[in-house]
């Protein structure tokens, strides 16, 4: 029975020529139309380390740490041309990492080092220092760590449009993706063929799970055709963690997937089943840095804590991240936000659809 419905829902899908060129070439049309577009937005300050500073502040409790901190602080210098100053007033260090005005707050005991950053407005670059910071004090500081760190800051460092609105891009082009979805399940709705497969053998899940299917080739066919195009046209290099963030798009493309689902069972015409689909993923686009830029994002107050909640917002910090070679808690989020995101409206369709086959049976 799955087949029958599977094959069923994919001859639909691929007869219909609009959802063709909606699979192929809406990625490539948005990564084309921001990279050049919106160019002027990401060339100038997106990942560097201009006029970086970091605060450091040594309690001179260990001798030992002492020196090694100033290893790292002269290797992580020289690799990045970041400022490393002392301070003593640690209430007014805080509030300037807060304010973006210092990368970070570096405070050095006789165990180790304590780390203070930015939650909401933490630059690009201060995340890159961060996270060599971390990497290097966590080792030992061998001889060839200053072209490893040159190495790695190289690779990170003012990453273009082209690169950031790949990514971006191909994030917002796979959210419209779920307007296939939520079309399919209206109609199913619509011409009552949902309650015959409610009844017979198959039931709800494999209706579910066959619309859900055809959503993530539809998405897997985004990917894929956005990575040629951004590969060979572009020269966009996707990195040594390429898999990991093919893992991650396909997740976006599962919670759209079902989200699609969901508003394609709650919607009372095809016109607010569009229109929902629609207004939410530009939503989730705009406030995930999709169009602007996250670091524009990330420094404009309130903004900076409203954004948090686009699964978009998440998942373009961990795909900027791994496509520099990094990886961090950025790439755990993304899996908790979407996996949380996906099962919540995978149970929100049950609840639904189980409410709406009752309210069908009472009017009856």
């Not at 100033?70 to 300037?96: L, Y």
Request: charged share 15%; proline share 2%; net charge positive.
């Amino acid at each position: 029975m799955l087949g029958v419905i599977l094959k069923k829902e994919l001859k639909a899908f691929f007869t219909n020529k609009g959802n063709l060129v909606f699979m192929f070439f809406l990625p490539i049309l948005l990564i084309s139309i921001f990279s050049f577009a919106l160019g002027d937005y990401v060339k100038a300050e997106y990942g560097t380390f201009n006029g970086g500073r970091v605060l450091f502040i040594d309690e001179g409790v260990s001798p030992e740490m002492s020196e090694k901190f100033a290893r790292i602080k002269e290797q992580i210098s020289d690799a990045t041309g970041v400022v490393f100053e002392q301070v003593t007033d640690i209430p007014t260090a805080k509030k300037q990492v807060e304010s973006s005005e210092a990368f970070g707050l570096i405070t050095v005991t006789g165990q180790g080092f304590d780390y203070f950053r930015s939650e909401f407005n933490e630059p690009e670059g201060a995340k890159t220092v961060r996270s060599l910071f971390l990497q290097m004090a966590e080792g030992n500081i061998s001889n060839t760590a200053s072209q490893k760190i040159q190495h790695i800051t190289l690779k990170a460092d003012r990453p273009d449009a082209k690169k950031y609105y790949t990514f971006s891009g191909l994030a917002f082009s796979i959210l419209f993706m779920g307007l296939l979805v939520a079309h399919s399940v209206f109609d199913e709705k619509a011409y009552g063929t949902i309650t015959r497969i409610q009844l017979s053998r198959a039931g709800i899940g494999v209706m579910l799970l066959c619309k859900v299917l055809t959503g993530i080739l539809c998405g897997s066919v985004q990917i894929l055709s956005a990575f040629v195009f951004s590969s060979l046209v572009l020269g966009v290099k996707w990195g040594g963690k390429t898999a990991l963030i093919f893992l991650l798009l396909l997740m976006l493309v599962l919670y759209s997937a079902v989200f699609g689902a969901v508003v394609g069972n709650l919607a009372k015409n095809k016109s607010m089943c569009q229109s929902a689909v629609l207004m939410v993923s530009m939503l989730c686009g705009y406030l995930g840095g999709s169009v602007t830029p996250l670091y524009l994002l990330e420094n404009m107050p309130v903004l900076n804590i409203i954004i948090k909640l686009s699964p978009l917002y998440h998942l373009n910090r961990a795909v900027t991240a791994l496509s520099n070679g990094i990886l961090d808690r950025s790439t755990f989020y993304t899996v908790l936000v979407l996996t949380g995101l996906s099962v919540f409206m995978l149970v929100l369709f049950m609840l639904t659809r189980n409410k709406t086959n009752a309210g069908k049976e009472t009017a009856a």
